[in-house]
Each structure stands twice: as C-alpha cells, then as structure tokens.
C-alpha cells in the first residue's frame, strides 16, 4: 500500500435507516451515506499515518473477522471518498489568520496569605538573566484574608522590586477595591451591578471557608489579562527541571490526558532523578508559541501518530492557534486524592506500582514530576493553572470564584468555547515547593463528596457536550444561558439535577476503574486493593452526594451564569482606552 500518510476527516453521523448512517465530512463539507458497520471502523482510525498503519488498526479491531483484501479496500474508498485525507493538506500554505503575538509578555503570581512563598517566588524571578533581560513585567495579585499577611506581602515585594529593572506590580485588598469601584461604575452604563463584579472579584458573601483562587483570578484576568500574560501560583519557583533525555525540538500532538508522570517515594530520589535545565528560556519558548498559528512543515520533526480528527481539521481549514502554553510541575503533589496516584498506573512507565513500600510512601508523599519529554501540542479539555499562559484576545471565561477545581473549569470552558486552540506544553517542570502545605492523602478522599468546585466541573462537562454555535462567543453565551436555567430549577428538580449529573460521574470512574482492574488482573494486590476501596465507597458508602454543598449554592450558580453572560462587555469596559493593562 502507499507509504504516503493519511488522516481522517472529523466526520458526524446520524441514523439514515436501520444499517445505514449519514455520515458529515467537516473538513470538505461534504456528506455521504454509509453502512454503519463501515463507519464504525473509520471510527477507529486516528493519526496522520501510512495506510499501512491504518490497516494495523483495523485489524486490531475487526471482530467481523474480515480478510485483509477487504480492510485495504475499505482504506482506499476512504481515500477516494475524501474521509482519509493527504497530509499535504496540512501543510499547504494557508491564509494567514488573526494576530495574536502582539506585545510581550507579562507574568503575574496568584498569592494569598504565604508570605515566605510569595518572597522565594520573586527571588527565583528578579533574579534571573530571562526574566531580567526582557525586564518582563511582573504583577503581584495578593488575596490574602489576613492584613498582617497582606502588608507583609506588599512590602516584599516593594523590597524587591528595588532590585528588579523592570515593571514590579502589587495588586492587593485596597487596588482591588478601587479597581472593583471603578469597573462597577463604568459597567453600571450596561446595566451591569456591582454586585454581579463583588461575586466575580470576591467570590459570593456566604462562601466563608472556601478558597478564593477564582475570585483572585478573576481580577488577574480582567487587570492585566488583555495580552499575553503567563500566570502562575506563588509555590512554583523558577528553577527548571525535566526528565532525563528530554529534549527541546521537535513536536508530538497528543489526543489529551495529563502530561508524562512519574512518582517519588522520596525528596533524595526526585532529586537524582530530575535534570536541570539550566539554559532553558522558559519566557522566550513561551513568547515563541503563544499565539502563534498551529501550523505542520513537511521538514519539521512532528511525531503526527496521535494527531486527532478535530485538530487536523482546524490545522487544514488554517484556523488552528496555540492559546494557551503550559508548563508541567517537578515537586509536591497538585492533586487532592489518591486515587488520582492508583488510576495513572495505565498512563506512567512508573515501577512504584510493583513495590509496595515505593508505593506506600509515594501515595504518602505526593513527590512528582509532571510534565513531557517533547513539546507536546494537545488536544482534550484540561488545563492546570499553576503556570498557565494565555492569549488575552481570546474569548476567556471568568473563572467560577470560588473552591478548587476553578482552573479544570476554566479550562474545559476555555477550549469548548474556542474550538480552534490547542495547547502547547513545554518540556519543562518549575519547581514545586514540596515545604507548602499540601493535601494530605493519609486519610479520606476528598472529593467523594463533591464541592461547590468539584460538583461546578461536572455540571459544566454536562453544558459543554451540549453546545450548538460555532462561534466563541455563542458559545460562551450557551453556557451562560444553560448555567441560569438551570439554577432556575425549583429546588428539588435542582438537587434532582446534581444528583444525576453526579451519579454519570461515579459511574464513570467505577467503570474505569473496572478497566484498570482488568487490565492488570488485579495485581498486585495492594494496589487493586485500593482501587476496590476507592470503588466501593462509590457504590455503596456515599449516602447523599449533595451533602458536601452548601445552601447557598443553588443562588451561586445563578450568579456564574449571569457573570458569563455580562463577562464579555465587564472584559471590554476593565481595558484602557489605548488596549493595555490598568496597571502599567
């Protein structure tokens, strides 16, 4: 067969009889009509490969038990048909599409109430010829609850930006109050209340023992978020570390999931295992890809295996755009439950899962490095916020203000609403602080009673299957519009609502788990053991899955939805008349 290689086409099918389906080829527009067993192998096709490869994949999943001659004359009408397509199409030369590599780059730190941290996050910066070159603005965004706290951050970082050439920005309790103000006066024209950007900036007055992180965000996103702006937590110090053999050039696409994991029972052993990269310009890779056009060169080292349907498509329609630039963690644990360290056993070419002492202290100490060994551009609706840098001139939601899991959410509506951008993730790991406080996984796990944040991640995965426009912003206007109606709800229909929204997320991790379980015909034990456990609480232990939400938080989703909805004009009216940040 040709050594040429192929992908197929993004296709969507509806029933047309009882064998056939009407199949929609989106990269051509064209539409066909197929047997739906026919169509059901396409279906397992992905990667821009040889036809070759794509008959291995066939193979693998013929379960007519089908003769080879007949699978390769499958892949040739699919050539023919145009539902396998050349990879020249995603190389030839395209319209050049919107700018959105204006400007430099700015950094800002999310912080609140960690002094110590805040100052070693600066330190790591100032400090350091990328940063100190380019003289990279720096902006400080202080939520911290406590004045003491918050006038000890204010004056480390007034210390420090003495020694610092550039822009070095504090953003606290008192800017944040004259900003609100003035941004409610100038939204008030629309019709916008002030209470709607206190919800936004603050977070909802009834939240009291959540985590304000969103709300912080927020007033990041609106005061300097118009350019391309890395943002970052206050525990990730710039000191760059990767995996051994890492390397810089070259590009593999990946259909989505988490980035290379391996887990540490020890600080020693992450410490022998993680490599410096000691002359790895994070700031200018991050400058060099974020915003640019996603574009494939026939001379370029792309690994194109994994390259999915829907960004192929993008790619060949010429509107495909890195938006956002992420870089991994080497570090202390960034997740909140340990079944997080059993389930990633399928994705890690980790060995701690054949050692039961490894595995203990690993489960106990979180020690982890996050992050792959190539740049990698990937598709799937997940993004992590501890060291994010994004497009400002994207449609960018607000962040739900309030409780963990705020970045997944911004995430997962961030790329549903802009369908062309993907991510770049960077071979590279800031360290992370494993001093900070982190979890504690020794005892129950924390989100088998969802929260305000964790239950807001699954309403929001039910909202985004269900998008219609084609536009960014139609679709930001749907989720704001699905979030009302559905706090609309009388009370009852409402908590009928979450309950069914929560039991597809049970269900589908039991089933995962089960998968897992087969996979490895439950072996060893110890780690299977955990994973039943982790099952059976699922099944059977969690008596109320609502009981983790507080009263409030049927009012606080009303007011998201209507946040969305006025979030585009509230974004339009916080930037300066001459298009730059507030604070510079």
């Known amino acids: 067969m040709m050594k040429e290689r192929f992908y197929p086409a993004d296709c969507a099918a509806f029933p047309a009889g009882r064998e056939e389906v009407l199949v929609r080829n989106r990269n051509s527009c064209e539409t066909l009509i197929l047997p739906a067993a026919q169509y059901g192998f396409f279906r397992f096709l992905t990667g821009c490969v040889s036809l070759d490869a794509h008959l291995e994949t066939l193979v693998q999943a013929n379960r007519y038990g089908l003769a080879l001659d007949v699978l390769r004359r499958l892949l040739t009408g699919w050539v023919k048909s145009g539902l396998l397509r050349p990879e ?70 007034a210390d420090l930006g003495k020694d610092y050439p550039g822009p070095l920005i504090y953003f606290g309790e008192e800017e944040k109050r004259l900003f609100c103000d003035s941004l409610a006066a100038a939204c008030s024209l629309d019709g916008i209340s002030p209470q709607l950007l206190d919800f936004a900036l603050y977070g909802p007055a009834d939240g009291a023992g959540f985590v304000r992180t969103g709300a912080n965000r927020n007033t990041a996103l609106l005061a300097v978020g118009g350019g391309r702006t890395w943002y970052s937590d206050d525990d990730l110090y710039y000191r760059i570390l990767s995996h051994p053999g890492a390397v810089r050039e070259g590009r593999r696409f990946d259909a989505g999931g988490y980035s290379q994991l391996k887990f540490f029972a020890s600080l020693t052993e992450l410490r022998d295992y993680a490599v410096a990269l000691e002359d790895y310009d994070l700031p200018g890779e991050i400058m060099s890809n974020l915003g640019r056009s996603l574009e494939i060169h026939e001379a370029a080292d792309e690994d194109l295996t994994a390259l999915s349907p829907e960004t192929a498509r993008v790619i060949e329609g010429g509107e495909a755009l890195i938006g956002a630039v992420s870089t991994g963690y080497c570090g202390a644990r960034w997740f909140t439950d340990s079944f997080f360290i059993d389930s990633q056993r399928y994705f890690s070419d980790d060995d701690i899962y054949l050692h039961k002492s490894r595995y203990s202290a690993s489960v106990l100490s979180g020690l982890n490095i996050h992050t792959p060994r190539m740049p990698v551009v990937r598709d799937g609706l997940n993004l992590q916020g501890g060291s994010l840098a994004l497009v400002g001139t994207l449609e960018l939601p607000a962040w739900f203000p309030l409780d963990r899991q705020e970045d997944s959410c911004f995430g997962m509506l961030f790329l549903a609403c802009n369908r062309q951008v993907r991510t770049m993730y960077l071979p590279a790991a800031l360290y992370h602080d494993p001093e900070v406080d982190k979890p504690d996984l020794s005892g129950t796990d924390r989100d088998l009673l969802p929260g305000p944040g964790r239950m807001n991640h699954i309403i929001l995965g039910d909202i985004v299957r269900q998008f219609v426009s084609e536009s960014a912003e139609g679709r930001l206007q749907e989720a704001a519009q699905k979030y009302n109606r559905t706090a609309s709800l009388g009370q009852a229909s409402f908590r009928e609502y979450l309950r069914a929204q929560y039991t597809k997320y049970s269900d589908s991790r039991i089933e995962f788990i089960e998968r897992l379980l087969d996979i490895y015909n439950a072996e060893p034990g110890w780690w299977a053991e955990s994973l039943a456990s982790y099952r059976d609480t699922l099944t059977s232990d969690i008596k109320d899955p609502l009981a983790g939400l507080p009263g409030g938080y049927q009012e606080w989703l009303k007011l998201y939805g209507e946040l969305l909805e006025a979030w585009p004009v509230i974004r339009e009216r916080a930037a300066s008349p001459a298009g730059e940040n507030q604070l510079c």
Not at 130 to 138: A, K
Not at 148 to 154: F, G, I, L
Request: proline share 6%; glycine share 8%; net charge positive.
């Open 88 to 157: 020249a199409l995603l190389s030839a030369e395209k319209k050049s599409s919107k700018d959105h590599k204006r400007g430099g780059l700015s950094a800002a730190v999310i912080t609140a109430d960690r002094p110590e941290s805040l100052k070693k996050w600066l330190e790591s910066r100032i400090r350091h010829q990328d940063f100190l070159g380019p003289r990279i603005p720096l902006y400080v965004f202080d939520g911290s609850g406590n004045p003491d706290t918050a006038k000890r951050n204010r004056k480390i970082t």
